[in-house]
């Protein structure tokens, strides 16, 4: 079986010196081209000290996201998602904004098969909140495990 390559043409974050973005919007997500087309297979990604801003008080926000999708004929670069979802850090949303436009962002730059996003957020104001995001059903024939983030349970 010949060995998969990837084409690294035009990337522009790989492997240089790349500040962190000042917000989202400005924030570039390269892709490259899936290794494997036309075979059916999950990605995910897992992002277990993201952080944003609330949008009333300033105060920093967390969450454990992890995001999942079947390729179809584009990966996200891997550099370029860690900075995209820094950008977040100085950038005030709620919730549910941050954790769906991230789904959305990524199924506009990638067209995948299927996608979906957990937003684990901690407390705020004594209550978690879990934001999730799916493009549809989880593919038929795909292995699609568990996000494995327990529900916030505090010391207990």
């Known amino acids: 079986m010949a ?3 990837t084409d ?3 990337l522009t974050l790989l492997g240089r010196n790349a500040a ?3 917000s989202p ?3 570039r997500l390269e892709r490259v081209p899936n290794p494997h087309p036309g075979l059916r297979y999950l990605v995910r990604f897992a992002a277990p000290e993201f952080t944003s801003l609330c949008p009333l008080t300033g105060q920093p926000d967390f969450a454990h996201l992890v995001i999942d999708y079947v390729p179809r004929g584009w990966l996200v670069e891997s550099k370029s ?3 995209y979802l820094g ?3 100085n950038h005030g949303a709620f919730h549910e904004a941050c954790t769906v436009a991230i789904g959305r962002r990524l199924v506009e730059e990638l067209d995948p098969e299927w996608l979906r996003i957990g ?3 901690y407390p705020r104001g004594g209550i978690p909140i879990d934001v999730f995001y799916a493009t549809g059903p989880a593919p038929e024939g795909v292995w699609v495990p568990d996000q494995g ?3 916030y349970r505090g010391r207990g």
């Open 119 to 121: 937003g684990y957020w």
């Open 8 to 10: 690294t043409t035009g």
């Open 25 to 27: 919007e400005e924030a």
């Open 87 to 89: 950008a977040f850090r």
């Open 3 to 5: 060995e998969a390559t």
């Open 20 to 22: 962190l973005p000042a």
């Open 81 to 83: 998602l860690k900075l």
């Open 149 to 151: 983030v327990p529900g």
